[in-house]
Structures are given as structure tokens and as C-alpha cells.
């Protein structure tokens, strides 16, 4: 099977197109970061947040909202 590179990475925010707050924020960077994975990150200025914001990539996204645990099953991202 051909590993597929992952070029598509966004924000939780851009993925679900509302906030996620802090709480379910640092339970996504948790899970990502127990696989040994490292997040990509950008800085945003809005109304209402300015700083960093975390990216991921779509298809880690996918997987973490849909309630599955099956993540080792798509590694390598």
C-alpha cells in the first residue's frame, strides 16, 4: 500500500468552521501530539482571538471528530 503525503493541514476552526475552545483545544493537540506527532502551527489576528493557532492535518481531523481510535491505522501523517 502507497503511503499518500500529507499536504493538507488547517486549523480546527477552519475544519469544523466554529471554535472548539480551549478544553477540546488542548484534548486535540493531546491525542496528536501521544501519536508522536508535531503540529504545524500560523499566527491569525480576528476580532476576536490574535496569536498562534495549531493546524492539522484534514485527514487527522477526520478521523478525531468522527469518535474514532483507530488513528494508528492511517499513520504514517
Known amino acids: 500500500m502507497e ?4 499536504t493538507d493541514w488547517v486549523t480546527a476552526f477552519e475544519f469544523l ?6 478544553e477540546e483545544g488542548a484534548k486535540l493537540y493531546a491525542k496528536f501530539t501521544s501519536l508522536g506527532l508535531t503540529p504545524k502551527s500560523k499566527e491569525i489576528s480576528n476580532k476576536k482571538y490574535t496569536g498562534k493557532v495549531n493546524m492539522y492535518p484534514r485527514l487527522f481531523l477526520e478521523i478525531y471528530f468522527d469518535g474514532r481510535n ?6 504514517p501523517f
Open 70 to 75: 483507530n488513528y494508528e491505522d492511517y499513520l
Open 17 to 22: 468552521r466554529e471554535p472548539i475552545g480551549k
Open 3 to 6: 503511503t499518500k503525503k500529507i
